[in-house]
């Protein structure tokens, strides 16, 4: 094979995976669906509230290329070191503020 016969055969093969990775989501979406309106009427005919999951609202329905688990730009979070900084920063500007509360200068 060819070096370009090569890379056209993987990017076949990558794009098989994905519509089986895709194929794979919608079935199982499907089914949770499917148990979701058993459960509802279940629900309703016994009277139960439905249970309020975070959870579920993810991006189910995302349409994207990469699977393998990459979270996209917005989904980042700050860097771990910033985040510990920001929380010192405002624990000290607190004690500052809560010291001059209590210690006044006459």
């Known amino acids: ?35 979701e309106v058993i459960r509802s009427s279940i629900r309703d005919k016994y009277k139960i509230d439905a249970p309020v999951n975070p959870d579920e609202e993810e991006s189910e329905d995302e349409d994207d290329d990469g699977f393998s688990g990459q979270k996209k ?25 809560m010291a001059q509360e209590k210690c006044v200068l006459q």
């Open 1 to 35: 094979m060819t070096m370009e016969e090569k890379k056209e055969a993987e990017r076949l093969r990558q794009q098989a995976i994905k519509d089986a990775e895709k194929a794979r989501r919608n079935k199982y979406k499907n089914q949770d669906e499917e148990r």
């Open 73 to 97: 730009k917005e989904e980042v979070e700050e860097d771990p070191v910033e985040q510990a900084k920001a929380l010192a920063e405002k624990q000290l500007n607190d004690a500052k503020q």
